[in-house]
Structure formats: C-alpha cells, structure tokens
C-alpha cells in the first residue's frame, strides 16, 4: 500500500485529527509500517493521524502489538521516513542516550560493535557480575588475582566450575577491568614526557 502524504489526505481527516497545518506538513509517511513520522518530534502517527507509541520497560517507544516480531520502533520508523531503510548490518542509536527521544537529530546510524560501546561509555549495559551469564564475582575475581603464582588457573576452574581461559583473562585484567587491583593497569613504563 503506497501511503500519500499527510497533507493530501481528505480534509476532514486531517481536521479531525487535531493537529496544525505546520505539524501536517511535517510528517513523513512510512510505507512499510503504514505511519507517519514527525522527524521534529520523534512521534509516529497511524494512517489516520493519530499518534501511537508507548514506552515499554527497556526505555524505547514500540508500535503495534507486544508480540515478538510484530511490535516495530518508534526509532527506526522516524529514521527511515527521513533517510530511507537503514543499511543492512547497521543500527540506530540515540545519541542523548534517551530512548523515547526518536527526533531525527537524536539518531545516528551505528554499526551493533559501536553501539555496544557506545552503551557502555554510557553506563547502559550490564558489565562484570550484572551480567545474566556471569560465572565469576568481583570478590572471587580479587581473591584470584590474589593467589597468583600461588594457585594455578586450572585449579581455581576446577574449583568454580568455569574453563581455565575464563580465569586466566580475569587474573590478567583482559576482563574484569573495573576490579581493582588490575594487573593490566599497571605498567613499569615510564610516562612520556608532553613536548
């Protein structure tokens, strides 16, 4: 179904829905998801101009029905109303870190590593025992960096139930960063001197 622009729609349509001519003239029809987007406010509008969204538990604005597969993004439909479907293997981020701001200005194209990233420099995704698959604890992480040289690693995996990789990454300081002391975050090189 090719959906017109909002301002071809009937008159009476466009009355009823209560918006103003300049928010009219805004939008943006989405063929795909049959909506519009308004790239100045992030809100998206059914076929018949009224506005749909809510704000689910994760922080982002999903439209339609709460099954897997069926609900779509707020987000993505703004996106790609204004720049066209988003490229494949990429992802939208909201650069604020907001999730319902879907304003067009908020979203940038990312590849899923940056975005990763980006969610942690922001403090959003889960890092060392937060994480749902975490086998080690930030205590037994201490006490294994503590017994270096002392226990080996197949000794401690043995013991906590995990692969030895997984304990010799944490004694290194390749994961577990944030768990002082790090190993990996001493060095016995000197500073360089700023020229």
Do not use: F
Request: proline letters at 8%; glycine letters at 8%; a positive charge.
């Amino acid at each position: 179904m090719v959906l017109p622009e909002a301002s071809a729609l009937p008159a009476e349509l466009r009355k009823a829905s209560g918006l103003s001519l300049a928010t009219i003239r805004r939008l943006r029809p989405h063929a795909q998801a049959n909506k519009y987007a308004d790239p100045s406010t992030g809100q998206v509008y059914s076929a018949r101009l009224n506005p749909v969204g809510t704000v689910g538990p994760d922080g982002y604005v999903r439209v339609g029905k709460w099954m897997p597969g069926a609900e779509q993004y707020a987000h993505r439909i703004v996106w790609e109303a204004v720049n066209g479907p988003i490229p494949e293997g990429k992802q939208i981020d909201h650069e604020d870190a907001v999730r319902s701001n879907n304003r067009i200005r908020n979203l940038q194209v990312v590849t899923p590593a940056e975005n990763a990233l980006l969610a942690i420099r922001r403090g959003h995704a889960p890092t060392g025992q937060e994480r749902c698959n975490a086998v080690l604890s930030e205590a037994l992480v201490r006490q294994i960096r503590a017994t270096a040289g002392k226990k080996a690693n197949a000794a401690w995996a043995r013991e906590i139930g995990c692969d030895p990789a997984t304990v010799r990454q944490a004694r290194e300081g390749l994961t577990w960063r944030h768990v002082k002391p790090c190993p990996r975050l001493r060095t016995s090189k000197r500073p360089r001197r700023s020229r």
